[in-house]
């Protein structure tokens, strides 16, 4: 992750490289205090705050392909239900709260 300031210049950088993951992260979209959220392709959530530090990382079951923040600060978390060789499986969704998960 790379966030450049108004000139174009890099004001921080940082790297998540988790070696159980097999393709990376699949969706990332802002949060509403500054931050990010993650999705990669075995189920964890991650949330970085403002400067890209890992607020929290969770592994959820049957989502891995987009997440979206709704305006009540609530996450709806979407993806393949499980993996059937290279065919996915049946599509989930989740809606949750990010202050009911706890922090790793």
């Given amino acids: 992750m790379v966030e450049r ?3 174009g ?3 921080w950088e940082n790297c998540f490289i988790d070696e159980s993951s097999h393709y990376g992260y699949y969706d ?3 949060s509403s ?3 990010y959220y993650l999705i990669d392709d ?4 991650t949330k970085t705050d403002e400067s890209g ?3 929290f990382s969770v592994q959820l079951a049957h989502v891995n392909q987009s997440v ?3 305006d009540g600060g609530d996450l709806v978390i979407g993806g393949f239900g499980f993996r059937e060789g290279n065919s996915g499986g049946p599509i989930s969704l989740l809606r949750l709260d990010p202050s009911d ?3 790793n």
């Fill in 33 to 35: 205090d500054g931050g």
């Fill in 101 to 103: 998960l706890s922090p």
């Fill in 9 to 11: 210049s890099i004001a």
């Fill in 53 to 55: 530090n890992i607020s």
């Fill in 28 to 30: 990332m979209t802002p």
């Fill in 5 to 7: 300031n108004g000139s």
């Fill in 42 to 45: 075995i189920c964890y959530l």
């Fill in 68 to 70: 979206i923040e709704l």
